[in-house]
Structures are given as structure tokens and as C-alpha cells.
């Protein structure tokens, strides 16, 4: 039986149907990815160019004294530090690592962690690098978003701390503002001899650029986020793409503090938060400790700004930020004598 011969003009009708649909489709990949390109170009700038508050003033604390040293951090660049001792005669509690906020330098340890010295704590406190006297690489430019570096520095502090001081078995605590608190939550997941942490104004990188994308972009792209958002798989590739790309413009890493707090089950933790904070809100710092299983507590200073805790209600501070370290890093004073230098 022969075969019946194709209808004349038909492979031509079906090789334009093909050209049709992929231009249809070129076209609308065209579109969407031009429309995602002004959208992920406006997130990365507001990303780069929108920066936290500087809260800290020379003004409203006196500046600390102490052993000044330098140490390497892990790529054997030089940082500066400063050992602060107890007063004489008050006997040894252990040591706390301070990390202080973006725009600042170890000094603000005289502003939070003055209440520790007092009760006994060893307070190491340093330059992060591109702040104070700490090296600050050729080209590189300090941003207020925790990277890798930060999250080295501390190690590096850690380090050295345990190099001069016997912490072996007491571990050391930390109290972290700011970037400096959402570095330490990094830094103490991968730090086995962090024992305990207070985070004052903490956030994480990923759950920021989700409001600070929502806040903003919606207004300059005039796009519905709220409605494009109900769509979180699309919204978390396009937050993945945007970290993507600002990790490739700025050469560095931006963990998830949020993603540290879920393993860090065995290391109590006190969150200090301003209510009237507008930079890192309430809400955000709620979510985190909701992040975080195992022992916590929420310190919600209701009339202060972002980092103004200290200064709204100093007494408050000072009582919750030692009662916490005494619980939880050393229930009871020792007489040892050691200093920095011990051990």
C-alpha cells in the first residue's frame, strides 16, 4: 500500500510555527530578563548604598585602658587589640570577646562592656579590618553587612585569646553590636570555644535585603512586591541572585546569621533590641530568636534607637548583660589571680 504523500506547502507551514513560537519565546525571555536586570541593578545598589546608623559617640562613655597588642588575623595581616583587666582585687570571672559596630573601633568596649570589667570580666576588644588601626586591604571598602572577613577577624581574635589566656575549659563569651553581634553569631557556629553570646541590635544579612528589597524597590520600580512575593520561590532565587551577584562586585562571602542561630542550640544567647529601632526593627530581631533553640532571652528596650540601649537605660544594661554572662559563662568568682597573660 503506498504511503500518502504529505500535503503540499506542510513542512514549510510547520518550519514557520517553530520560527513563531521560539521568537515568542526569545522575545518574552527578553522582557523578563531585561525587567530583572533594572530590578536586580536597583537591589544591588540599594544593597551597596544604604548604610546603618553610627551610634556611637565619643561623648557618652570614657575610652578604656588596657594592654594594647597587635595579632594576625587568618590571612597574617595585622590587627589591633586591647586586653582590659579587671580592678584590682576583684576577683577573675573569665574572659569576653567584644565586636563592635560598623563606623566604629575597639574603643566603644568603655560604652557596653565597661559594666563586665567592673564585675570581674577580662574584656579582649579589637579593630576590625578597615576600622581603627587594624590593616585595611588595598581597595577594600568597609560595608555594614557582616562578610566572611568580619567572621575570620573574630576567629582570629579567638585565637589569640586562647593563646594568652586559659579559656580551655571556661570557653569566653562575647557581647557583639551590630554588624559585630551578626559576625559573632557567624563566628561562634564555627567556634567551638564560644560558650555564650549577647547580641545587641543582631541581624541577618538575607532576611534585611528581603525588607529592605520590599521597602524600597516596590517604590522606585513601581513594582507590587507584596503580590510578587506571595511567590517565595521566586523571590528567594531573585534574593539568591542579588547575594550572588554582590558577592562576585565585592569579593567576599555574606552569611546567614539567621542560619548560624539554628545551630547554635548549645550556646545561650541574650538578644538586646531598641523599640524604636528603625534600621533593624523589632519584628526582625523577634524572627531571629525565634531561629534560635536552646537557652535565650529577649531584652526589648522599649524607648530606645538602634544601639541606644546602653544609653536609654544604662542600669538596665549593665544588670542583664552581667547576670547573663554570670550564668552562663561563670556562676561563681574565682581568686586566680592570671591575667591576660596567664596560661
Known sequence: MLAEAPPPGGGLRDHWL?????????????????????????AVNLFLDTPLPITA?????????????????????????????????????????????????????GRYAWPLVQAGYTVFT?????????????????????????????????????????????????????????????????????????????????LSVDEL?????????RVDVARA??????????RTLLLFYVELKCRCRFPSARQALTTLEAVPMLFIQGGRD?????????ALYDCKPGLKELWLCADANHNQAVAVDPTTYARKVVEFFGRHLSPEPTAEAAGPGAG
Open 126 to 206: 579589637f579593630d576590625f579590618r578597615g576600622h581603627g588601626r587594624s590593616y585595611t586591604p588595598p581597595h577594600f571598602e568597609a560595608r555594614h553587612w557582616p562578610s566572611n572577613r568580619e567572621v575570620d577577624d573574630i576567629r582570629a581574635a579567638i585565637a589569640y585569646v586562647q593563646s594568652r589566656c586559659n579559656v580551655d575549659q571556661a570557653g569566653l563569651g562575647i557581647l557583639g553590636v551590630s554588624r559585630g553581634a551578626s559576625a559573632a553569631v557567624i563566628a561562634a557556629a564555627l567556634t567551638p570555644a564560644v560558650r555564650c553570646l549577647v547580641v545587641d541590635g543582631v541581624f541577618s544579612t538575607d
Open 57 to 109: 559617640n565619643l561623648q557618652d562613655y570614657s575610652l578604656p585602658e588596657g594592654e594594647v597588642v597587635t595579632f594576625p588575623n587568618l590571612e597574617g595581616r595585622s590587627l589591633r587589640g586591647m586586653f582590659i583587666d579587671r580592678p584590682p582585687g576583684v576577683p577573675r570571672r573569665g574572659v569576653v570577646v567584644f565586636c563592635h559596630e560598623f563606623g566604629s573601633d575597639m574603643m566603644s568596649a
Open 18 to 42: 517553530a520560527l513563531v513560537i521560539v521568537a515568542a519565546v526569545v522575545a518574552v525571555a527578553v522582557v523578563v530578563l531585561s525587567f530583572l536586570a533594572k530590578y536586580l541593578r536597583l
Open 278 to 286: 528603625t534600621y533593624i526593627r523589632p519584628e526582625w530581631t523577634q
Open 213 to 221: 528589597v520590599k521597602r524600597f524597590v516596590q517604590v522606585f520600580a
Open 229 to 238: 512575593t506571595r511567590t517565595m520561590a521566586v523571590y528567594r532565587f531573585f
